[in-house]
């Protein structure tokens, strides 16, 4: 069994930073592709960035040039540095991992909720 745990969320004003981590444990053989996504309340849970096992990343519009995704293979654990952040970036973060053991399979965090208001 594979389970994803998330940590770094909390209140932050405008403009400040969060880090958030993910740690992947379990019978893990492999993980091509680790993600956080968020849901704010009433919409859609969305991609905000994502990186392969090979370091390619892609980010949503609206996170680009503030956000960063980095992973360290060796400690199944990804992590989302969160520069600039708005008041619309309030929402609960998931991680996400595409984790074969052997057998691919898509795993999901629990979340974490990060807040950003003065």
């Known amino acids: 069994q594979v389970q994803l745990v998330e940590s770094g969320g909390g209140l932050v004003q405008p403009g400040g930073s969060l880090r958030l981590s993910c740690v992947a444990s379990g019978s893990i053989f492999s993980i091509s592709f680790m993600g956080w996504y968020r849901q704010a309340p009433g919409k859609e849970r969305d991609l905000v960035a994502g990186?392969?096992?090979?370091?390619?990343?892609n980010y949503a519009d609206s996170v680009k040039g503030r956000f960063t995704i980095s992973r360290d293979n060796a400690k199944n654990t990804v992590y989302l540095q969160m520069n600039s952040l708005k008041p619309e970036d309030t929402a609960v973060y998931y991680c996400n991992g595409f984790v074969a053991t052997p057998r691919p399979y898509d795993y999901w965090g629990q979340g974490t909720q990060v807040t950003v208001s003065s």
């Open positions: 990186i392969t096992s090979g370091g390619s990343t």
